[in-house]
């Protein structure tokens, strides 16, 4: 989120081309400390007012435990990022929320490490984790990262939770998001998260893999008409709050209870 003009702008443009969850990011984690580091407080207050003005329920990262008061009073889903799979203690602090956890798989994240990661969200008391590919350190320039689709499929075999795909950050670019979008819901994602700028001459941030609300539209068009021959049930957006709608992924744990790594 950049200004409050701009995220409401982009988000009705996504409501309108059909996206369920807005995510906009006020504490963002940037490689180089010299990047746009996100509008922080100001940027959740930016993400309430697009929240109101679209309806649609909103996700935005907790980078520190000492934001998460803050965030957690403004969003609908906590989420936590690639670079923070691995801090436990911030996994335990929003396992002990009572809000869903968008849990974003580490960059050099095995998939059971990825599972562990869920496991203290869900051993703390929270039963309401989504899993995010969002493609991991390859050693190949074309693309940012390697959107690890294998390891959607493995996921969806192992684990009872909701597993869906970033291709924005699994590959930098935005020409190939549409195709790895198909390609994650084929393969059994349950949803993807696509970042969307309408100026990305603009954007402070990432503007490469950034798709206009037209191409946004598009991909949701194609998405739908695969879910049919692939049997896929397509839901609705959710209605009121995203609380509701994730609430059905009360099971709790799962994969790892009775197991240990190889090496903890
Ligand atoms: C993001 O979603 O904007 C983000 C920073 O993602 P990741 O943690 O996957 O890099
Ligand atoms: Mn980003």
Request: overall charge positive; charged content about 25%; some cysteine.
């Amino acid at each position: 989120m950049e200004s409050e003009e701009q995220t409401v702008r982009i988000a009705k443009a996504i409501k309108d081309a059909g996206a369920h969850i807005l995510r906009g990011g006020a504490y963002k984690p940037r490689s180089s400390p010299y990047s746009f580091q996100g509008l922080g407080r100001k940027g959740l207050q930016i993400l309430e007012v697009a929240r109101q003005e679209t309806g649609l329920p909103v996700v935005s990262e907790v980078l520190d435990v000492r934001d998460l008061d803050a965030v957690y009073q403004y969003v609908d889903i906590l989420q936590i990022g690639t670079r923070n799979m691995q801090n436990f203690s911030l996994l335990k602090e929003v396992g002990r929320m009572d809000k869903p956890v968008l849990l974003k798989r580490g960059v050099a994240a095995t998939i059971d490490e990825w599972l562990f990661a869920a496991e203290y969200i869900l051993s703390a008391g929270n039963p309401q984790v989504i899993l995010c590919e969002r493609g991991i350190r390859g050693f190949d320039q074309h693309t940012r990262y390697l959107t690890d689709l294998g390891a959607v499929a493995v996921v969806r075999g192992l684990s009872h939770l909701p597993v869906i795909v970033d291709p924005s950050h699994g590959t930098g670019r935005r020409e190939i998001v549409a195709p790895l979008a198909r390609a994650s819901i084929a393969v059994g994602a349950q949803g993807v998260m696509i970042e969307v700028h309408d100026r990305p001459h603009e954007a402070l941030c990432d503007a490469q893999q950034a798709v206009s609300p037209k191409e946004f539209k598009q991909i949701v068009t194609d998405l739908k008409k695969l879910s049919q021959p692939l049997n896929v049930k397509f839901s609705s957006a959710p209605k009121s709050s995203a609380k509701k709608s994730m609430r059905s992924v009360s099971r709790t744990v799962s994969y790892a209870k009775n197991s240990h790594p190889a090496w903890t």
